[in-house]
């Protein structure tokens, strides 16, 4: 079964960002976040950086030591996407657990067509490189799949979009019921939450789950949310919080829907747009498009700890809905 991400776990694998034709002015703006993030994170569990050749001296300079900084080739640095997703299995003891990697298919969030960049052949191996890294069983899947799309309470109830897992830029050979029983056999779930969309301007990954609603716990779902009707993400958390409202997880439970406004609206300006190459294969970054900006996106680190900004609403909202958890925040939008 995969577990939850809030469930105790042992370390954190990120990638580092480089490439100039999507994070600006070399991904300076974007290293120097990434940094900042992983140095949060390696208060409470061991972390690992992958940079390519090029990278490595530059993140092991930007990094605390005891962070782990390994070379690894990649397209980009998105390893909630790319890399591994985790399940366990209780041993006849009950006392351990053994654990193993599912390595799904990727197409850059769409393929030539749609996808962000043209080349993902170094992205295909992250999950296998991994896995072997940490000596972890593989289990390879031929459908495509990212991490971001999908997100479980660790109970057997999955959450996802007909936005994402059902668009023919992925797996047009499918049909929702063989989405649904693949994700049922890799995951150990017995039940699929189908949220219709996700959040608006979420364009690059076609609407993933985890920018639009988590798991707080068991039974507790987190929403991003706006009260402004004009907004255009207005009309997709309405429908969202339709379908939530009107279903139970897999243990029967109604769920209780905490809604988290999302920030904004934010735009890519200008300076930003100006900074990122335009001679490149990657997705074109203009100047006026709406950032896909959430604080349901959060990373669950080994001990009490999450991410939401400090001192806000929001802050609050968290920490009142995940018992014995604190929030630290960290801006990305300078990515």
């Known amino acids: 079964m995969m577990p939850a991400e809030y469930e105790p776990h042992s370390q954190c694998w990120m990638g580092w960002p480089e490439r100039s034709d999507n994070w600006r002015e070399n991904a300076k703006h974007g290293q120097a976040v990434f940094a900042k993030v992983a140095a949060a994170i390696s208060k409470f569990e061991c972390v690992t950086i992958s940079a390519s050749p090029d990278q490595w001296a530059n993140a092991r300079s930007q990094l605390p030591p005891h962070i782990r900084v390994i070379?690894?080739?990649?397209?980009?640095?998105?390893?909630?996407?790319?890399?591994?997703?985790?399940?366990?299995?209780?041993?006849?003891?009950?006392?351990?657990?053994?654990?193993?990697?599912?390595?799904?298919?990727f197409n850059s969030w769409g393929g030539i067509e749609d996808g962000c960049y043209s080349d993902w052949s170094h992205d295909l191996l992250v999950a296998r490189k991994i896995l072997e890294i940490e000596k972890i069983p593989r289990f390879p899947q031929s459908i495509i799949l990212e991490g971001g799309s999908i997100h479980v309470d660790g109970e057997g109830t999955c959450l996802t979009t007909e936005e994402c897992l059902l668009n023919c830029n992925s797996n047009p050979q499918l049909n929702k019921e063989q989405i649904e029983d693949t994700l049922?056999?890799?995951?150990?779930?017995?039940?699929?939450?189908?949220?219709?969309?996700?959040?608006?301007?979420?364009?690059?990954?076609?609407?993933?789950?985890?920018?639009?609603?988590?798991?707080?716990?068991?039974?507790?779902?987190?929403?991003?949310?706006?009260?402004?009707?004009?907004?255009?993400?207005?009309?997709?958390?309405?429908?969202?919080?339709?379908?939530?409202?009107?279903?139970?997880?897999?243990?029967?439970?109604?769920?209780?829907?905490?809604?988290?406004?999302?920030?904004?609206?934010?735009?890519?300006?200008?300076?930003?747009?100006?900074?990122?190459?335009?001679?490149?294969?990657?997705?074109?970054?203009?100047?006026?498009?709406?950032?896909?900006?959430?604080?349901?996106?959060?990373y669950f680190a080994k001990k009490p700890s999450g991410s939401c900004p400090k001192h806000s609403p929001i802050t609050k909202s968290c920490e009142l809905k995940v018992p014995g958890r604190s929030f630290s925040g960290a801006e990305i939008f300078t990515a």
């Open 184 to 298: 049922k056999a890799y995951l150990g779930v017995h039940k699929i939450i189908w949220l219709p969309r996700g959040l608006y301007g979420d364009d690059d990954t076609n609407g993933h789950v985890d920018n639009m609603c988590c798991f707080a716990r068991p039974g507790v779902v987190l929403l991003s949310w706006t009260d402004d009707e004009t907004d255009p993400h207005y009309e997709r958390a309405v429908e969202a919080f339709s379908v939530l409202s009107n279903t139970t997880d897999a243990k029967g439970r109604k769920l209780e829907i905490v809604k988290l406004h999302v920030p904004g609206p934010l735009y890519m300006t200008e300076e930003e747009a100006s900074g990122v190459s335009q001679v490149g294969e990657a997705k074109p970054r203009l100047a006026g498009t709406r950032l896909a900006a959430s604080y349901v996106n959060f």
């Open 71 to 105: 070379e690894m080739s990649m397209n980009d640095s998105w390893f909630r996407d790319t890399g591994p997703t985790i399940v366990v299995k209780k041993t006849k003891s009950q006392s351990e657990q053994r654990i193993a990697g599912i390595d799904w298919n």
